[in-house]
């Protein structure tokens, strides 16, 4: 099946500097990649997604890039903001997979420090 | 349009006891739903899904069971309560077939169950 891998797990940034997480996936079927943002005590909540087609998606100060060939696929978020710190989430799946089920990565912990 | 309701919030049960958490979605139908379990500070677990009324598959070996009496409706159970059951439950539903693959899944506000 496939498996995600995420990294880092946690990381620490200056408000206004740039945070990348990278995520690796095994699956060279998988075709669709989203990122989760989870908040103290809330549900994870999408806040975007990439597929095979595309090599790079951007909205407002966060993007996602992927490298098909390598298997992996980053998140880059810029000028960050006390706001952005939380967990965030890799995934991807693959068309037809059982259940259309999503598999995640461990999570990375990003705080933005003032 | 689509939203996703789960209760309790939170909910504090002896060790031993029943425990029940409900999942329902509005606006869609024939979801798939999933129930997962996140453990404090750790990533998350799938614990069951189902791709119709009856049909539930099970990720991990446990003291829980999950259950699905109506389309949109997802239910997860446990009759004896260990302290190990402790945990933030999150229930989601994903569009199912072609869907899936320009869709993730929608999540639920989550239970926070402490087991004492």
């Known amino acids: 099946g496939e498996n995600v891998e995420q990294h880092p797990s946690t990381l620490s940034v200056q408000e206004g500097d740039s945070a990348v997480i990278k995520c690796t996936y095994s699956?060279?079927?998988?075709?669709?990649f989203p990122w989760y943002k989870q908040e103290l005590g809330k549900g994870p909540q999408l806040i975007i997604d990439?597929?095979?087609?595309?090599g790079e998606k951007k909205d407002q100060r966060i993007a996602v890039t992927l490298n098909k060939t390598a298997k992996h696929f980053s998140l880059h978020i810029t000028e960050t903001q006390p706001e952005d710190s939380a967990v965030y989430f890799c995934?991807?799946?693959?068309?037809?997979?059982?259940?259309?089920?999503?598999?995640f990565g461990g999570g990375t912990r990003v705080l933005v420090k003032p | 349009s689509q939203t996703i309701h789960q209760w309790p919030a939170t909910l504090v049960q002896p060790v031993g006891s029943p425990l029940s958490l409900e999942c329902t979605v509005e606006g869609t139908s024939n979801p798939n739903l999933y129930w997962y379990r996140q453990a404090a500070g750790r990533g998350l677990q799938l614990l069951f899904y189902?791709?119709?009324?009856?049909?539930i598959s099970s990720e991990v070996p446990q003291n829980l069971s999950a259950s699905r009496p109506q389309d949109r409706q997802f239910i997860l159970s446990s009759k004896k309560l260990l302290l190990s059951d402790s945990g933030f439950y999150l229930c989601?539903?994903?569009?199912?077939?072609?869907?899936?693959?320009?869709?993730?899944?929608?999540f639920g506000s989550g239970t926070r169950l402490t087991v004492v």
């Open positions: 995934a991807a799946s693959r068309a037809k997979a059982a259940g259309n089920k999503l598999t």
């Open positions: 699956d060279s079927a998988s075709n669709y």
């Open positions: 990439i597929r095979s087609n595309v």
């Open positions: 189902s791709v119709g009324i009856g049909q």
């Open positions: 989601a539903w994903r569009t199912p077939g072609q869907g899936s693959a320009n869709y993730g899944y929608t």
